[in-house]
């Protein structure tokens, strides 16, 4: 684990919540271009959003688009994940990544934070 998640709760539905995520090392490079993804129970993980490592591209799953934001502070070295509007179906733990390549594939990501989670009640 290179990655912490941090941010997670329970909020209501209509609510908010931001993610935030840090490496647990100050050498860690800020050049990586950085993901969230999601794992609800029983399912597989899932894109959630993506970042360039510029900050200049950003790109979202269908099912969030319009509600999550996706922001990084490379000072800080810290990616976001603001998320409105939140639904019972956005119930899941959320997990940021840093890869070589701006994707939406699990597999395209080389390191991972231990998870943060959210519970969106009805």
Partial sequence: VQLQASGG???Q???SLRLAC???????SSSY???W??????KEREFVARISWSGSST?????VKGRFTISRDNAKNTVYLQMNSL??????????AAGG??????AAYDYWGQGTLVTVSS
Avoid at 101 to 106: I, K, L, N, P
């Fill in 33 to 35: 271009h950085m993901g």
């Fill in 59 to 63: 790109y979202y799953a269908d099912s």
């Fill in 22 to 28: 840090a490496p647990y090392r100050r050498t860690f």
């Fill in 87 to 96: 639904k019972p179906e956005d119930t899941a733990v959320y997990y940021c």
């Fill in 101 to 106: 390549s701006a994707d939406v594939r699990v």
């Fill in 9 to 11: 709760g329970l909020v």
């Fill in 13 to 15: 539905a209509g609510g």
């Fill in 37 to 42: 993804f999601r794992q609800a129970p029983g």
